[in-house]
């Protein structure tokens, strides 16, 4: 069974930095695309960045110049490098993998549970 576990979050003041990771486990084969998404109180979740098994990135504008997305395909695990932190980027924040191979085939909309931002002074 495929899990997607994310690690990092936490309390930060503005202009602050953090690191969130998210490792994918479960007899994988491939994964073509990982990425973030994030959801604030009270609000829709939203795409924060995504990186594609072919090393392309793709940002959203609120973020861009701040926050950078890598991977480390061997290890199945995605990160996101976040700078500059503004109170409006708390959210919990998700990882993502729309679609991985695994042992048995392929499976799609993988999320992990999630882990909180909270930027604040």
């Known amino acids: 069974q495929v899990q997607l576990v994310e690690s990092g979050g936490g309390l930060v003041q503005p202009g602050g930095s953090l690191r969130l990771s998210c490792a994918a486990s479960?007899?994988?084969?491939?994964?073509?695309?990982m990425g973030w998404y994030r959801q604030a109180p009270g609000k829709q979740r939203e795409l924060v960045a995504t990186?594609?098994?072919?090393?392309?990135?793709n940002y959203a504008d609120s973020v861009k110049g701040r926050f950078t997305i890598s991977r480390d395909n061997a290890e199945n695990t995605v990160y996101l490098q976040m700078n500059s932190l503004k109170s409006e980027d708390t959210a919990v924040y998700y990882c993502?993998?729309?679609?991985?191979?695994?042992?048995?085939?392929?499976?799609?909309?993988?999320w992990g549970n999630g882990t909180l931002v909270t930027v604040s002074s």
């Open positions: 993502n993998a729309p679609v991985i191979l695994t042992a048995r085939g392929y499976g799609t909309d993988y």
């Open positions: 479960g007899n994988i084969v491939r994964i073509s695309t």
């Open positions: 990186y594609t098994s072919g090393g392309i990135t």
